[in-house]
């Protein structure tokens, strides 16, 4: 399947490393004009040397007013990945309150935030667009010591519906993919010790983890023409996890 986003301009969050770095780059190769955010500038520094294309915005997403300023020029956008997230394990009883609002500031409210920011000029010009947030596995499933990953994710899956459901009208399309374990530094932080790994492995029908160009194609195609009747959708990329 070929897709094309020649003429197409994208903004990518969290796109330093992992996911949203290869999402960057895959939108690019396929010919839109892709906007990076991310709050590491040496990320920002070697993704430009492999695609200097590329437009670098540098901001923590988790801080309201500074990502109203850094984002204010970034110019009209019709491919919104909302894909940058913070992860921490705690048992549930030992969960802290700075941990949870450090999870919910980025991984839900800034996700609201960049989309209204975005969503606003879409509904300006009349254009539409598609919206992919990058939500998990761990929205639709417990997993221990993830109590407020999993809370925040599943509060993403809603924001989506919600979101597809007002900005519809304006021909703007709002969908999840929702992948499981994906060998990043995330993945890495939740799932390198063997025993972890081997239960949560043995619980997907296809055997393996996620390859992080298996969430990229899934993306590309939500973003995509291909999927043009499609929205309000959690998309599962587990492997058949989520049907267990
Ligand atoms: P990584 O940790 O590899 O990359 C996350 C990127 O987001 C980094 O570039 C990071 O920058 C950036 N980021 C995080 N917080 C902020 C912030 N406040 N402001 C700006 N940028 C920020 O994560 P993954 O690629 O693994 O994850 C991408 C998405 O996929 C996330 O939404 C995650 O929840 C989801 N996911 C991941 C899974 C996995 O197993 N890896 C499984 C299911 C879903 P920096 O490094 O500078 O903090």
């Known amino acids: 399947m070929d897709i094309s986003f020649a003429g197409k301009r994208a903004l990518v969050t969290g796109a330093g490393k992992g996911i949203g770095r290869a999402t960057a780059l895959a939108l690019a190769r396929c010919g839109a004009k892709v906007t990076a955010v991310t709050r590491t500038q040496t990320d920002l520094h070697s993704l430009l040397q492999e695609c200097a294309s590329i437009i670098p915005v540098c901001v923590d997403l988790a801080d309201w007013g500074a990502t109203e300023a850094a984002l204010q020029d970034v110019g009209p956008i019709d491919l919104l990945v ?18 949870f609002d450090q999870s919910f500031d980025v991984n839900v409210k800034a996700v609201l935030h960049v989309s209204q920011m975005v969503g606003r000029g ?16 761990a929205s639709q499933r417990a997993l221990r010591e993830h109590a407020v990953y999993c809370a925040s994710k599943a509060a993403l899956d809603m924001l989506t519906k919600v979101m597809a459901l007002e900005l519809g009208p304006h021909q703007i399309r709002v969908n999840s993919v929702n992948p499981t374990v994906v060998m990043t530094d995330m993945g890495r932080l939740g799932w390198s010790d063997p025993e972890k790994s081997k239960t949560m492995m043995s619980r997907i029908p296809l055997g393996r983890f996620a390859e992080v160009e298996d969430v990229v194609n899934s993306i590309l195609f939500l973003l995509s023409d291909k999927s043009s009747m499609t929205s309000g959708v959690s998309l599962p990329v587990d492997g058949g996890f989520q049907a267990c």
């Open 82 to 99: 909302n894909n940058a997230a913070f992860a921490t394990l705690q048992p549930f009883l030992e969960v802290t309150p700075d941990k």
């Open 122 to 137: 879409m509904r300006a010009r009349g254009s539409g667009g598609s919206i992919v947030n990058v939500s998990s596995q």
